[in-house]
């Protein structure tokens, strides 16, 4: 949702998102509590209805937020810790490990100028993997009084343990990091982002004002896009599996089918790590709470809310509806990464043998857009493929409860509205192009239906 206001000084007016500021100071406060009451009821199987109660009674209580604080003071700044340890780790990947510098788009400073990136994702992915699997350091006896330095696997339960309390540390963390980033964005010289330069406090460190916060060649928006939330998700399932595992002595058929299509959607994210420098994230938005909260907040701890129900609450599944849930997944992927493939390859060489055939509107910029094949289909067919995947993975928790079905619920909610916005900005760039592009592909998501 948008809406226009023009300024006290009478300059053009500004679109504002989310509700303007009132909405984005509501959005703000009220993400970190859907994260802690998710969490809380991914526990219980159930909507918490005597949780809920108790935190709009009194939400900043230790019993709501944390109750095993009372008994362990220390507890949040050890968890603290551990956070900012995860987030240094995955700098240090992305710093040392070897890459490939990729180009951005040109950017809106009249110059055309293309930044940077250090493309490593992929390889950092499997070094975390690594050093997890084999290499987590610890100190033991060595039998003669002293002590050595042993690696094997890392305590992954610790993560099912301390979940809400990781959660709420990492909450901390994105409104220490927002916070610096409104403060940096005022320096001169600066390029801001048009969506977070309104000029309210409220609604720009929400938005982000700067575009592109860097430390030298380190961008905080394309890593924290993809590394510690992204990454971290992975370690949180796989935490879940070591925790079911104690808990029955098995690991469930559900609990398998979520962590390989979790998995696989994590690793081809970083596999495609540079397709993201041509996201709407990426080149349109500024770095501000709302995607510093989703990407290393809202992602891992939510997205992971299947693998945390089903350590306490698993379905037990059998093979038939197992197989239906595959087949889901399947045809969602097909439809994702077929759609998102097949763009980035026109993006890259319109020429190419397997998009060459393909027929485009020539606009008026000198862009084209795709009005055949998958993009030929619906103008966002790709967040079609990317929810069927999305509801496979609510799917695998069986219908004994609504809890687990947030994510299909939400990411629907969420892809309509992202799908505005991007009607309502293409609208403005690409001026009477776009309304006959719409008419070339009239629907937005199902191909003859909406």
């Keep these: 949702e948008t809406s226009t206001v023009t300024d006290k000084e009478g300059n053009d007016p500004f679109d504002y998102e989310f509700g303007g500021p009132g909405g984005a100071l509501g959005t703000t406060l009220a993400l ?66 070897p890459c490939e510098v990729v180009l951005g788009t040109p950017l809106r ?28 350091p610890r100190f033991e006896g060595n039998g003669v009084g002293g002590t050595m330095l042993q690696f094997g696997s890392a305590p992954l339960t610790l993560l099912y343990d301390y979940y809400t ?48 916060p860097r430390w030298g060649t380190f961008d905080w928006k394309e890593f924290c896009e993809l590394r510690p939330g992204l990454i971290g998700w992975a370690l949180l399932n796989a935490a879940m599996v070591s925790k079911q595992k104690e808990k029955l002595g098995y690991v469930s058929g559900s609990m398998y089918l979520v962590n390989a299509f979790q998995f696989v959607y994590v690793w081809d994210a970083l596999y495609q790590e540079r397709a993201i420098l041509t996201t709407m994230d990426i080149t349109t938005d500024g770095f501000g709470f709302m995607l510093v909260f989703g990407d290393l907040a809202w992602v ?40 998102n493939g097949q763009k980035d390859a026109f993006r890259r060489d319109p020429d190419g043998p397997s998009v060459r055939r393909l027929t485009y509107l020539k606009t008026k ?77 009239p629907y937005r998501f199902i191909p003859g239906i909406f």
């Design 300 to 339: 891992p701890f939510t997205y992971s809310l299947q693998a945390r129900y089903l350590v306490d609450h698993d379905p037990g599944l059998g093979l038939p509806t197992l197989a239906m849930v595959v087949l889901t997944n399947f045809i969602g992927y097909a439809i994702f990464r077929g759609a």
């Design 165 to 212: 309390e990781l959660a709420l540390s990492t909450i901390a963390l994105c409104f220490g990091l927002s916070l610096y980033l409104y403060a940096r964005s005022f320096r001169q010289g600066l390029l801001l982002a048009e969506g977070g330069n309104s000029g309210n406090p409220l609604y720009d460190f929400f938005m982000g004002r700067e575009l592109n």
């Design 365 to 441: 910029r000198g862009t084209r857009l795709l009005t055949s094949g998958w993009w030929g289909m619906a103008r966002k067919i790709n967040y079609t493929g990317d929810w069927i995947m999305g509801l496979s993975w609510c799917m695998v928790c069986g219908f004994g409860s609504i809890v687990p079905y947030y994510y299909a619920i939400y990411f629907a909610i969420l892809l309509v509205h992202r799908s505005i916005r991007d009607d309502h900005m293409c609208r403005a760039k690409y001026g009477d192009d776009w309304e006959t592009y719409k008419r070339l592909v």
């Design 32 to 97: 970190p509590a859907v994260v802690l009451a998710l969490a809380r009821f991914a526990s219980v199987g159930r909507v918490d209805v005597e949780w809920l109660t108790a935190a709009k009674s009194d939400p900043f209580s230790s019993s709501v937020l944390c109750p095993r604080c009372e008994e362990d003071p220390i507890l949040l700044v050890r968890c603290g810790a551990g956070v900012i340890c995860w987030f240094l780790f995955q700098v240090l990947l992305e710093r040392y490990l």
């Design 109 to 136: 400073d009249g110059k055309g100028t293309r930044l940077p990136y250090r493309i490593n994702g992929h390889l950092a992915f499997w070094v975390t993997m690594l050093v997890v699997a084999v290499g987590w």
